[in-house]
């Protein structure tokens, strides 16, 4: 069943990885690298703030934790599996579409950039509460994970788990955010009209 799955995995990634062109190339490289994380960190730290001014350290605080977890938890799981990088796979590696000799690390399950990207992307939503953001928010994590499958060095499952690992932290850190909030009340008692304490 596993090898099965595997081969899907690989099939799919091929057809996926197959798809590109020069000019698309540096753009995705670009997306990629952290210096495209940037923006969208600073537009959630100014919608966070926006919202609750003065006590915006809580959500602030869990989001960095959040990330902070989110990338040890990927690495520590990339070490333990050990499942290549389809760059570092020799049965495929020759049909595997690279950009600058970019190969990353040997190992790829789960994807860090998935998983952090995710885990910011849904707890920054929570936080916020604006369907537009949490869109937003959401279309920057899917780019960044494509940007890993296009590039070469995960395969959709890698993206997969690493994303599910994101959703479930940010769901988890949220809800110790609430809880911390309603037990010391440490948040404003309204946002977007509701009450928080009661938001649990």
């Not at 595997?6 to 798809?19: G, V």
């Amino acid at each position: 069943m596993i090898e099965f799955i595997e081969n899907i995995d690989r099939k799919l990634f091929l057809i996926l990885n197959s798809w590109h062109c020069s000019a698309i190339d540096p753009v995705m490289f670009f997306v990629s690298a952290h210096l495209f994380w940037i923006p969208a960190i600073a537009v959630m730290v100014f919608f966070v703030i926006k919202q609750y001014g003065k006590q915006s350290w809580l959500p602030l605080l869990s989001l960095a934790l959040c990330y902070l977890l989110s990338d040890q938890l990927s690495g520590l799981l990339k070490e333990l599996i050990q499942r290549y990088r389809p760059s570092h796979n020799i049965e495929i590696s020759n049909l595997v579409h690279v950009v600058n000799e970019y190969r990353g690390g040997l190992y790829g399950f789960v994807s860090s950039h998935a998983a952090n990207s995710f885990a910011l992307a849904v707890l920054s939503g929570l936080w916020v509460r604006k369907t537009w953001f949490y869109f937003i928010m959401i279309i920057w994590a899917l780019l960044v994970s494509y940007s890993r499958v296009y590039l070469g060095v995960h395969y959709p499952a890698d993206i997969a788990g690493g994303a599910v690992l994101g959703v479930l932290l940010a769901l988890a850190f949220y809800r110790m955010g609430m809880y911390f909030a309603a037990r010391y009340k440490c948040l404003p008692a309204k946002k977007n009209g509701d009450n928080i304490a009661s938001a649990r």
